[in-house]
């Protein structure tokens, strides 16, 4: 089962984001965990090779259980797990031109209106803007349109 | 690749333990995740199995990365993820005896002396004792000695 790791990078009230090639949706960077990787390494080592930069004090905001499913939504066709890190400072300067796509950085607010995958908007919000964790399943079509999601969200007791 | 949702109860300083017969070794309760749930969903729903009780408020307190290797620790043979929560309070009252093994509530300070494997330990013991998340990861032999721990932590910028 795949491990993807990402991390929101929020400074001076704007977010890192990067522009993929293919649908011009938006997403923060990261990437397949290792063998062996914790999610902690594997969120700071994709950052650092999609960006240049380097992410201080990266905290898990929230651990997603993705479903791809026929049309229906009925059968199961795979599934993995996302775990989204936010972090408030880097060290470094980002590039701008990658091969994954293009780096911009965007106004906290524009989360809610660029264009990106539905269960990212839902999962980008919530790590800069609550506190705790977030947890859920996102049920998407091949094609990515979201289906279905279903969220918890727990603070420290 | 399997995940794995336990969850460690303390009330009245005491946590709820589960005594599993092949080794008498003490876990969290908790197993498997099925298809499509969440993580929090899988650790409330596992612990409600196991103990027929009620989790209130869990909270995700760690997440790792479990190697089982060879004996001289390297070639990877089988990795999976553990996801622990922690919660304070439960409705219901737990079972004494299951199907998985005895439950038994044992004071706070003797998670750092009852028959556990070693990962579960310091899992369990951060879970109790200190904020915010840890992550890592437990390389482990096929008899289930601790080779290694890399372990992280964060806590909410």
Chains 1, 2 share one sequence.
Request: include cysteine; glycine fraction near 8%; aromatic fraction near 10%.
């Amino acid at each position: 089962m795949q491990r993807i790791a990402n991390l929101l990078m929020i400074k001076d009230d704007h977010v890192l984001l990067l522009k993929k090639p293919r649908r011009g949706w938006y997403v923060a960077p990261g990437g397949k965990m290792e063998p062996g990787e914790s999610i902690y390494e594997a969120a700071c080592r994709e950052f650092k090779e999609e960006t240049g930069a380097t992410p201080i004090a990266p905290h898990l905001k929230g651990i997603y259980t993705m479903v791809i499913t026929d049309t229906a939504g009925e059968t199961i066709e795979d599934e993995w797990m996302l775990y989204t890190f936010i972090a408030r400072d880097l060290t470094g300067i980002p590039y701008e031109t990658t091969t994954e796509g293009v780096l911009e950085w965007h106004p906290v607010e524009s989360l809610a209106t660029l264009p990106m995958a539905e269960g990212d908007r839902t999962n980008l919000q919530f790590a800069i803007s609550q506190s705790g964790t977030q947890y859920g399943t996102f049920y998407y079509t091949k094609e990515f349109k979201l289906l279905k999601e279903v969220i918890q969200k727990s603070v420290e007791g």
